[in-house]
């Protein structure tokens, strides 16, 4: 076996969350991509130093990639969890690219594809009264257009929004969209891989969230706390990416 498979994620210090998400898809992975070998890569810094100190070891792509030369592997393929080709992907991933490294794109990377929305709302159903608030995560620092790109796909009875407030769509441009809907209840959910922190905290925290304030302005919300990874048709999507190539 010469080949490498090299699942690259921000990372999650939650057991739980690592288990059912960047574990299963690994997991399923191995099951189809049987001549390859396949491990997995954190671009969190602080989250691989933070699980060191449990005793769970986790590489950054680089050092996975290095690791893997040393250990005799001719052909590297880079698979990112990250949906945006955003900062993190430019600084932690696409730097790795060489002549035996492949990168494989990120799900939503230009041109959309409409089946991923599709596979989207097949995970996070809403009810026939709802409209549904999907929040990704957003840059402080280099605007990205996939989300408002998506948005264009969406529809009127679903809204696009991202947690980095400097970032749009935040949370003003989405209550603008709502006032237009004139819809009353909500179904709110991650458009994250893994919902970890982000959910209990920028999503559905007691304080400050997005729960919080739509509550506040009188809107009934609903959430859905599992990422995006928790599905299996949304990690399907990923092997059917690896299948094409």
């Keep these: 076996m010469d080949k490498a498979l090299v699942l690259a994620s921000f990372g999650s210090a939650d057991d739980s969350i690592r288990e059912k998400t960047f574990d299963k898809l690994a997991e399923e992975l191995g099951k189809i991509f049987t001549d390859f070998a396949i491990s997995q890569a954190?671009?969190?810094?602080?989250?691989?130093?933070?699980?060191?100190r449990r005793g769970i070891f986790f590489a950054t792509p680089a050092e996975k990639i290095s690791q893997l030369r040393a250990e005799g592997f001719k052909k590297i393929f880079l698979l990112p969890t990250h949906l945006t080709p955003g900062e993190e992907f430019d600084n932690k991933i696409k730097i790795c690219e060489a002549p035996d490294v492949k990168i494989i794109?990120?799900?939503?990377?230009?041109?959309?594809d409409e089946k991923i929305l599709v596979t989207i709302l097949n995970c996070f159903k809403k009810n026939d009264d709802e409209d549904l608030i999907l929040i990704g995560h957003g840059s402080p620092h280099r605007h990205n257009p996939v989300y408002e790109n998506l948005?264009?796909?969406?529809?009127?009875?679903?809204?696009?929004?991202?947690?980095?407030?400097?970032?749009?769509?935040?949370?003003?441009?989405?209550?603008?969209r709502l006032k237009i809907s004139r819809a009353k209840k909500f179904l709110l959910a991650p458009l994250l891989f893994n919902g970890g922190v982000h959910v209990a905290q920028d999503i559905a925290g007691e304080k400050n969230s997005w729960l919080t304030k739509l509550s506040a302005l009188g809107y009934q919300?609903?959430?859905?706390?599992?990422?995006?990874?928790?599905?299996?048709?949304?990690?399907?999507?990923?092997i059917k990416k690896l299948e094409a190539i």
Excluded: C
Aim: no cysteine; proline share 6%.
């Design 105 to 112: 794109p990120p799900l939503m990377s230009e041109p959309l």
């Design 151 to 176: 948005q264009s796909l969406a529809g009127e009875k679903i809204h696009i929004g991202v947690i980095e407030e400097n970032d749009t769509p935040n949370f003003s441009d989405v209550v603008k």
């Design 42 to 52: 954190f671009t969190s810094n602080f989250l691989i130093k933070k699980l060191s």
């Design 221 to 238: 919300v609903r959430v859905i706390r599992d990422g995006l990874g928790t599905f299996k048709k949304f990690r399907e999507l990923y």
